[in-house]
């Protein structure tokens, strides 16, 4: 399962963000919820995976410097919103086996996705 978010992952949900802990809960059940939408667009009902692979792709609009533990820290809530859609079991380490991630340039593209495959 494949699902493009079109944009990068929240600022709000980064390590070194000093926001309100409200504003950091409402940007990531916004996040959540988008997961969720995209993959049962995809998935319908099936059962999770019970122990998978999952491959993050961020896909920056600029060649600005960027820190990449904040872009995988930031992504946490879409982990979490594959857990809550359904797709996979847990996102804990015996259900993930392997995290890969990516940056790539596009000029003008900001989005994030993420590529689940079953072991």
């Known amino acids: 399962m494949t ?10 949900c980064g390590l070194n ?13 916004a996040a ?14 099936q059962q999770p995976m019970g122990k998978a692979t999952v491959t993050i792709t961020f896909t920056v609009p600029d060649k600005r410097a960027r820190d990449k533990g904040n872009l995988i820290a930031a992504a946490k809530p879409f982990l979490d919103g594959l857990r809550l859609a359904g797709v996979i079991a847990d996102d804990a380490w015996q259900f993930i086996d392997e995290i890969y991630l990516a940056i790539q340039y596009q000029k003008g593209v900001a989005q994030t996705t993420i590529t689940v495959e079953a072991l």
């Open 17 to 29: 963000t000093r926001v309100h802990w409200a504003v950091r809960a409402k940007a990531t059940k």
């Open 3 to 12: 699902i493009t978010i079109p944009r990068l992952p929240p600022y709000e």
């Open 32 to 45: 959540h919820d988008e997961v969720i939408g995209l993959c049962r667009e995809q998935q319908g009902s």
